[in-house]
C-alpha cells in the first residue's frame, strides 16, 4: 500500500489481497509471507511497458496496443503461415505464440517490436507523460490517499 521496498506479506485488507510491507500487513489479516519483493530485481514490471526520458519534466513511455493479439492473428493469417511456421521464424515456442494470439500473455517491448517488424504493423504506441507533482503540506511518504485526494481536487 505504500510502496516501501521491503520484504512483502499477502494480506487481506478490505475483502482484497494485497501484496504490503509488514508496517500495512497490520491494516488486515495476514495470508502468507513473500520471501521478497516480487519487483526486486526482475523484469516482470516492465512487461508491457517501457519508459524513456525526454526531458527532465517528461518520461516517453512505450506501451502495446489494446488489441495486438487480433491485430497479430489476423496479419498472420494473411500472410498464409500457420502458428507454428510463424513461431519457428520470429524464434519463439509455438505455445507463446498461441498464447500471445489469444490475449493471455502480453510480449513484452522487445518481442512486440519484432513482431512488428516481421508484420509489417504497429504494436508499440509511444506516449510523452508529464510527472504528478504533487504538494505535501505534511511530512511523510506520499500514500494512494493524497493521489486521490489530488485528482479530484483537480476534477473540479
Given at each position: 500500500?505504500?510502496?516501501k521496498?521491503?520484504?512483502l506479506a499477502?494480506?487481506?485488507?478490505?475483502?482484497?489481497?494485497?501484496n504490503?510491507?509488514?508496517?500495512?500487513?497490520?491494516?488486515?489479516?495476514?495470508?502468507?509471507?513473500?520471501?521478497?519483493?516480487?519487483l526486486?530485481?526482475?523484469?516482470?514490471?516492465?512487461?508491457?511497458?517501457?519508459?524513456?526520458?525526454?526531458?527532465?519534466?517528461?518520461?516517453?513511455?512505450?506501451?502495446?496496443?489494446?488489441?495486438?493479439?487480433?491485430?497479430?492473428?489476423?496479419?498472420?493469417?494473411?500472410?498464409?503461415?500457420?502458428?507454428?511456421?510463424?513461431?519457428?521464424?520470429?524464434?519463439?515456442?509455438?505455445?507463446?505464440?498461441?498464447?500471445?494470439?489469444?490475449g493471455?500473455?502480453?510480449?513484452?517491448?522487445?518481442?512486440?517490436?519484432?513482431?512488428?517488424?516481421?508484420?509489417?504493423?504497429?504494436?508499440?504506441?509511444?506516449?510523452?507523460?508529464?510527472?504528478?507533482?504533487?504538494?505535501?503540506?505534511?511530512?511523510?511518504?506520499?500514500?494512494?490517499?493524497?493521489?486521490?485526494k489530488?485528482?479530484?481536487?483537480?476534477?473540479k
Amino acid at each position: 500500500m505504500c510502496g516501501k521496498l521491503a520484504p512483502l506479506a499477502v494480506a487481506e485488507i478490505e475483502g482484497i489481497e494485497l501484496n504490503v510491507c509488514s508496517n500495512c500487513s497490520g491494516f488486515g489479516k495476514v495470508i502468507r509471507r513473500l520471501s521478497s519483493h516480487p519487483l526486486k530485481g526482475h523484469s516482470e514490471s516492465k512487461r508491457n511497458m517501457e519508459m524513456k526520458k525526454a526531458s527532465d519534466d517528461e518520461e516517453i513511455k512505450e506501451m502495446i496496443v489494446d488489441d495486438y493479439a487480433e491485430t497479430i492473428k489476423r496479419k498472420r493469417e494473411s500472410m498464409n503461415l500457420t502458428q507454428e511456421q510463424f513461431a519457428k521464424k520470429i524464434n519463439v515456442r509455438e505455445s507463446l505464440l498461441q498464447n500471445i494470439e489469444c490475449g493471455k500473455f502480453v510480449p513484452q517491448i522487445d518481442l512486440a517490436k519484432r513482431l512488428e517488424k516481421e508484420l509489417n504493423l504497429k504494436l508499440v504506441e509511444e506516449y510523452k507523460e508529464a510527472p504528478i507533482i504533487q504538494e505535501r503540506k505534511s511530512s511523510g511518504p506520499l500514500t494512494i490517499g493524497d493521489i486521490i485526494k489530488k485528482k479530484f481536487e483537480l476534477s473540479k
